[in-house]
């Protein structure tokens, strides 16, 4: 791809000035207490970093996916878990903004960019997790309501949300299985929502998880996002862009990582010289700054045809799974201490390893579209 433009330049060092200023002083604390400063998604909203890609008519930057990407990746530079809570407050916005009705979009993406409302995607359940087109929720009609039941694990914004975008199964009967699921727009207010949240995470803690029962929750049918037994369809569409997005949180923890590495071998001494005037220590260097661009490359083009309508899912799979494995490897034995602060970008990039896929889903995507079987 070509040189970022002016204007995207702009972005990431408004996002990365953003980050360094709000981020730096109580990310370990969050991370330590299992919290989150709403604070900062009030700021992040006023300055236009959630939503960035949603069509200006919604409430959003009309920006592209690529200028989301930068974002996120300047984020996650200073920590993955206030970057990933960030992104989780939109997350799934995406969708709407693709296949919903003008009433949908008015009702729901304005609030979202304007830091009034949080969102989730409810797909995971506890015996379908990469197996999408297995799940079991069930949404059957009655009158002009669907009735909702089952249940979801691993859901962001789960106990915080406002609303959010569930696969169900509505065509039971249907003779091919991804013909049987749709997604439906939930508000978490309707009685019958239940949701728990989960605590003790590796790593993203001040990012909201939880588990969610739906103990027949009645929603309008007017909430169907798209049409009915599309769903398995339109969640691979939202993963197109949120793959790209994960792969820039995890794109943002290699940078930081390196940047963290960088700082330590200038000041740290062995033998009476710095770490630095070693070889073998600069060829590491080296080494990681290699992967981290050609993950950065990668990524960008990814996200570049994307923007220009050239969705390849192949080309999105191998940048977020190589964004995602490079930013697991740029550590050193000090990476586990926590007085260095580098061990949180080690535990907030494995978990990228496994969101919008896991790597081994991703190597059978890449496959897939190879051998002619997508």
């Given at each position: ?9 702009d972005?990431r060092?408004?996002a ?9 002083e109580?990310?370990?604390?969050l991370?330590?207490?299992e919290?989150?400063?709403d ?9 236009g ?8 008519e919604?409430g959003g930057?009309?920006l ?5 990407c ?6 996650a530079?200073v920590d993955g ?17 693709l ?6 979009k008015?009702?729901y993406?304005?609030p979202?960019c ?35 039941t089952?249940?979801?694990?691993f859901?962001?914004?789960?106990t ?11 065509n039971?009967e ?6 049987r ?7 978490t207010?309707r009685?019958?929502?239940e ?15 939880g ?5 027949d929750?009645r929603v309008?049918?007017?909430n ?9 369809y ?10 790209l997005?994960i ?7 290699a940078q ?6 960088i ?7 062995q033998?009476?010289n710095p770490?630095?005037a070693f ?9 990681m700054a290699?992967?981290?661009?050609a993950?950065?490359?990668l990524?960008?083009?990814a996200?570049?045809q994307?923007?220009?309508g050239?969705?390849d899912?192949a ?6 799974w ?5 930013a ?8 586990i201490l926590q ?11 494995k ?8 790597k081994?889903?991703e190597?059978?995507?890449i ?5 002619g079987?997508?």
């Amino acid at each position: 791809m070509a040189e970022l433009t002016a204007e995207q330049r702009d972005i990431r060092k408004a996002a990365r000035e953003f980050a360094e200023g709000e981020f730096t002083e109580v990310a370990r604390a969050l991370d330590e207490n299992e919290t989150f400063d709403d604070g900062l998604w009030k700021k992040a909203a006023e300055l236009g970093f959630l939503g960035a890609a949603i069509e200006e008519e919604s409430g959003g930057g009309g920006l592209g996916i690529l200028e989301q990407c930068l974002i996120m990746e300047e984020f996650a530079r200073v920590d993955g878990g206030i970057a990933q809570t960030l992104n989780a407050a939109y997350f799934g916005s995406q969708l709407i903004d693709l296949i919903g009705t003008k009433e949908q979009k008015g009702t729901y993406l304005p609030p979202l960019c304007n830091g009034e409302a949080r969102m989730g995607v409810a797909v995971t359940e506890p015996d379908a997790g990469s197996d999408v087109a297995s799940v079991t929720t069930t949404a059957v009609k009655d009158g002009d309501h669907y009735v909702i039941t089952g249940n979801k694990m691993f859901i962001s914004n789960a106990t915080i949300g406002d609303f959010l975008i569930v696969l169900c199964v509505t065509n039971p009967e249907a003779s091919v299985k991804h013909h049987r699921l749709s997604t439906i727009i939930v508000e978490t207010n309707r009685p019958g929502y239940e949701a728990n949240k989960l605590k003790g995470k590796l790593s993203i803690r001040c990012s909201d998880t939880g588990e969610i029962t739906f103990k027949d929750v009645r929603v309008p049918q007017s909430n169907l996002l798209g049409e009915e037994g599309r769903g398995f369809y339109n969640i691979m569409e939202l993963f197109n862009c949120t793959r790209l997005e994960i792969g820039a949180l995890a794109l943002g923890t290699a940078q930081g990582a390196l940047d963290k590495t960088i700082m330590h071998v200038r000041q740290r001494r062995q033998f009476g010289n710095p770490l630095a005037a070693f070889q073998i220590v600069q060829a590491k260097i080296a080494d990681m700054a290699t992967l981290t661009e050609a993950a950065r490359s990668l990524l960008y083009r990814a996200a570049s045809q994307v923007d220009d309508g050239e969705v390849d899912p192949a080309i999105i799979a191998m940048a977020k799974w190589y964004a995602c494995e490079i930013a697991i490897q740029l550590h050193g034995g000090y990476g586990i201490l926590q007085e260095y602060d580098v061990e949180h970008y080690w535990r907030d990039a494995k978990v990228m390893e496994i969101f919008e896929g896991t790597k081994e889903i991703e190597k059978i995507l890449i496959a897939r579209r190879l051998l002619g079987r997508y």
